[in-house]
Every structure is written in structure tokens, then in C-alpha cells.
């Protein structure tokens, strides 16, 4: 087998006791590699200030050697803060209103894709299969062929693509449409993102889908594909099971003295729908008196992409809306919003997600959402939780059995929360098992060997 060779925007090693970060990419990679071995390489996380970044720290863990490097403030500001989350990341969620476009921005994300190209080459061997991860490093194949690298290279989008229509409002989108044809395949979460990809190429006239999975453009041929990430089923489940047992959990239950427990868990963002979710709670308060002191909405939302002003913005509008609501439907005994802005350990957060009777899943738009699969392996077969979930996350595309809502539909989403809390015990094991068989089967072992199968075959 072939050398893998991941890179991603941020790579953060694995902490002390093996708790991963909070992030899905960050989780599921960590997941693959550790199992097949390899190179993961990316940003430290970490700003060398005005200093040119010293050349890449190699460590080693398990069969997972890391190779991470500083980035200047400028490139923080310039490329993962300005371009690729005030850019790129507000246009593939569809959010055209919060892209803000500057010349400085875009060339910072063209030249830190070109140093880490610089960086990753001396360190290639000529047999290696190269895995780019997600919107931060679109250019990444282009200036490694111009190197001269002839290697098997291939991309996945985390998160969504979207219809040509608003891709082509970004004033570079013909960069990015030719960055990504130097790849061999190019793989995204759901058929939908894959078709908006197709349908673009053929809009803007640059290109076409030639059929079974290929597709030309800018004088190149490649594949492109869907391949939903998964989490690691079998594990997260016997981790929900075990941690009944943690304090933590334990002092949750009781904390919560009988009452339904509903649970969010999303990092601070605005494509996680967190503001509508807290009006529809407060309207499914308001309109079933039979629940008033009988229920508990848990959001756990740690900060995320605090520099960013539309984050650090939300930070505040989130915290007034939760005090708000609790405001208005509380009572002396009652306090229906526990609302957290910190991290939580994901084998404390598999305890909660079982606690809870209501999995509150609603982004306006998402990859995938791999908070829904872990509430989903989390549950107690015999007295299963109900998913409330989204139809604009990819995991709508493969949890048949959640209650499909549209986030923006404050009522509609309501109504799904008094639905799910008086669901019966046989519809609840009914969908959950339909779930549950589907993620034990597409794990994230299965994602990753889907897409390097089609990357690299017989490697
Ligand atoms: O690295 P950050 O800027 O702190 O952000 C964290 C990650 O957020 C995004 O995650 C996406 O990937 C998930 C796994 O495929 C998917 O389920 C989710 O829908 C996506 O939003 C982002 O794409 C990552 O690059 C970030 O590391
Ligand atoms: O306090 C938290 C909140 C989230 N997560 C993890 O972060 C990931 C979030 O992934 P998702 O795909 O739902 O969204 P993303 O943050 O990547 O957009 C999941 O694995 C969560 O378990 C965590 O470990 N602790």
C-alpha cells in the first residue's frame, strides 16, 4: 500500500488521554490515519508573528507522523481569516450577504497555498497518494504541478458546494474552478454538491461532466465523486455506553432532576442555525403548557473563529437570545436554556447525547454535520433518542429516520421537538435502527478507503 499523505488547514495533535478537538474534520482524520498510518501535514494552529515560519516540526505519534508549520500573523489574517472563512467558507453556505471580498485576502490564500506547497514537497516520495482537505487549500495541486509533482492527488470538500449562481458572484471563482481540475479526484459530501459542481463547470462554459464520474475542464480530465464522512460507529457508541459512569454525565442527570433533556452541540457559527433553534424552543415552550418545567434545552457551543467579526458579533447575539428566552419562559424553579460556550470532551459529550431525548440537529447549511451521527450511535437501543435534523445538512441525505425539518421554519421545527418528545417506543426504535445500521455500515474507515479506492485504485 501506498504512503499516505494527508494535508489540511489545521492539524492539532492528539491531546493527552486521546480527546480530540472539537471540529469534524479534525476528528474524522484522526480517526482514518491512525488506523492506516502516514504524513498529516498542515498549520500548527499557532502565528510566528512578523518572522517567516521555521522550517516544519516532524513528530511522531503512533503510526502518524505530523508535520505542522507556524504561519505568519499577515498569512492568518490574510488567508485562513480573511479569504478562506470571509470568503469561501460565507459562499459555500450559500450566505452571499456576509462574503467580504478584498485583493489583499485573496492573494494571502494564493501565497500561503504556494509555501505550503514548498513546504510539503521536499518531504514527497514518488510512490505517495496526496489527500488535500477542504476550501483553505483549493490551489494546493496547482502550484505542487507546476513543482513538478507528478503523484496521485486527490481533494474532498468538508463542507457544501454551492449552485453556480452564487459561486459566481465570488469575484475568483475562475481560479478556484481551475485549481481544483489539477486534481485526479475531486470528492464532496452529498450528490447535491456534486452536481452543483457539474452544473457550474457547464453554466460558465469551462468545462463538462463526461459521465461515469468524469469530468473535464481547462484542457484537464479527472473524477468526481460523493463520499459522506463518517464517524467511527462502533466506537462512539461504546463510549456513549461506558459514560454513564463519568461524574460528569452523572451530575448532568441529576442536574436535570427527570425533566426531558433536548441537546445542541454545534461550534459558534452562523451556518448552525443557533439563533433560529432557540426561537423554535422557545415557541414549542410557549405552545405546549404541558411541558413547562418538564423539559431542558442543553446548547453547547464552544467560541470558534473569534477574530472573524461576524463570529466574535454572534458571540453576543447568541448569549443575549438564550438569556432572553430563559427570560421570558422560565420561572423561579425552572431555567429551560442551559446554554455552555465552552468545549466539551467527546466522551462526556457521547454521555450527554444519550442522556437526551431530542438530538436538536438544524444548521442553515452543512457539510455533513457528524453531531447528528454521534447523537444517532450514542443512543440506548432500547430506549432511543429522536433526531430532529435539518434537510440543508448533508447528513440529510443518509438519516432517513430523523425528523427532517427546515431550520427556518420556526414553527415547523417546533412542532418536530413536541413530536419527537411523544414519539412512541417502537417509531423510535424503528428509525434509529434504520440510522444506526446505515453508519455502522459507512463508517469513517469506509469513507476514507471509498475515496482513496477511486483515488488510487489497486494502490
Ligand atoms: O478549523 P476551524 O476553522 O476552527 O473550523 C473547524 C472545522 O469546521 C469545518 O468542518 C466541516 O467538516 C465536517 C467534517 O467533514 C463537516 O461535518 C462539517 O459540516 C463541516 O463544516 C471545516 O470544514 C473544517 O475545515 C474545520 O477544521
Ligand atoms: O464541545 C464540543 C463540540 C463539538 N465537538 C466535536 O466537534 C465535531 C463537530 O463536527 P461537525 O461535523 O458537527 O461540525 P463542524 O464543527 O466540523 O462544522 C464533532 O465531532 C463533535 O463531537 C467536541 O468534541 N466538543
Known amino acids: 500500500m501506498s504512503r499516505l499523505v494527508v494535508v489540511s488547514n489545521r492539524v492539532t495533535l492528539p491531546a493527552k488521554g486521546g480527546a480530540a478537538p472539537a471540529g469534524g474534520l479534525a476528528v474524522a482524520l484522526q480517526a482514518a490515519l491512525e488506523e492506516r498510518g502516514g504524513i498529516w501535514m498542515g498549520w500548527s494552529g499557532k502565528s510566528s508573528g512578523t518572522k517567516d515560519p521555521e522550517v516544519l516540526s516532524l513528530q511522531e505519534h503512533g503510526k502518524i507522523t505530523y508535520a505542522l508549520t ?22 459555500c453556505h ?48 496547482t502550484e505542487l504541478r507546476q ?12 463542507i457544501p458546494w454551492p449552485p453556480a449562481d452564487v459561486l459566481f458572484a465570488m469575484p475568483v471563482h475562475e481560479e478556484i474552478m481551475r485549481g481544483l481540475s489539477h486534481y485526479d479526484l475531486v470528492g ?77 452541540v454545534d461550534r459558534l457559527d452562523y451556518s448552525k442555525g443557533i439563533t433560529q433553534r432557540i426561537d423554535a424552543f422557545e415557541h414549542f415552550v410557549k405552545n405546549n403548557p404541558g411541558y413547562h418545567n418538564k423539559v431542558t434545552y442543553l446548547q453547547i457551543t464552544p467560541k470558534s473563529r473569534s477574530e472573524v ?19 421570558a419562559i422560565g420561572t423561579v424553579d425552572w431555567v429551560p436554556i442551559r446554554y455552555i460556550n465552552r468545549s466539551i470532551g467527546r466522551p462526556v459529550l457521547a454521555g450527554l447525547y444519550r442522556l437526551a431525548k431530542i438530538g436538536l440537529v438544524t444548521p442553515l447549511r452543512d457539510g455533513m454535520n457528524l453531531v447528528a451521527k454521534e447523537y444517532v450511535a450514542a443512543q440506548d437501543p ?10 440543508f445538512a448533508g447528513a440529510a441525505r443518509e438519516l432517513k429516520g430523523a425528523l427532517l425539518v427546515n431550520p427556518y421554519d420556526i414553527e415547523g421545527t417546533a412542532n418536530a421537538i413536541a413530536r419527537g418528545l411523544s414519539m412512541s417506543l417502537e417509531e423510535r426504535q424503528e428509525r434509529w435502527r434504520r440510522m444506526m445500521d446505515h453508519l455502522l455500515e459507512h463508517d469513517v474507515m469506509r469513507w476514507c478507503d471509498d475515496f482513496l479506492a477511486d483515488l488510487a485504485p489497486g494502490r
Open 70 to 91: 507556524d504561519l505568519t500573523k499577515t498569512d492568518v489574517e490574510e488567508y485562513y481569516e480573511g479569504f478562506a472563512n470571509r470568503v469561501l467558507w460565507p459562499i
Open 94 to 141: 450559500y450566505r452571499l450577504d456576509l462574503a467580504e471580498y478584498g485583493r489583499k485576502e485573496m492573494a494571502g490564500y494564493f501565497r500561503v497555498n504556494r509555501f505550503f506547497a514548498h513546504r510539503l514537497a521536499p518531504l514527497l516520495e514518488e510512490d505517495d497518494v496526496i489527500w488535500v482537505h477542504d476550501y483553505h487549500l483549493i490551489p494546493l495541486a
Open 147 to 158: 513543482m513538478g509533482v507528478k503523484n496521485k492527488i486527490g481533494f474532498f470538500l468538508h
Open 188 to 264: 464532496f459530501q452529498t450528490d447535491h454538491d456534486l452536481s452543483n459542481f457539474g452544473g457550474g463547470l457547464v453554466r460558465e462554459g469551462i468545462g463538462e461532466a463526461l459521465g461515469d464520474g468524469l469530468f473535464t475542464s481547462y484542457g484537464r480530465t479527472f473524477k468526481g465523486g460523493f463520499y459522506p464522512i463518517g464517524i467511527e460507529t462502533k466506537a462512539f457508541s461504546e463510549f456513549a455506553t461506558k459514560a454513564a459512569r463519568n461524574i460528569m454525565v452523572r451530575k448532568a442527570r441529576q442536574s436535570i432532576e427527570g425533566r426531558d433533556l433536548i441537546i445542541g
Open 309 to 327: 467579526p461576524e463570529y466574535e458579533a454572534m458571540q453576543r447575539t447568541v448569549a443575549e437570545q438564550a438569556g432572553r428566552a430563559n427570560g
Open 382 to 391: 432500547d430506549d432511543p433518542g429522536v433526531l430532529v435534523l435539518s434537510r
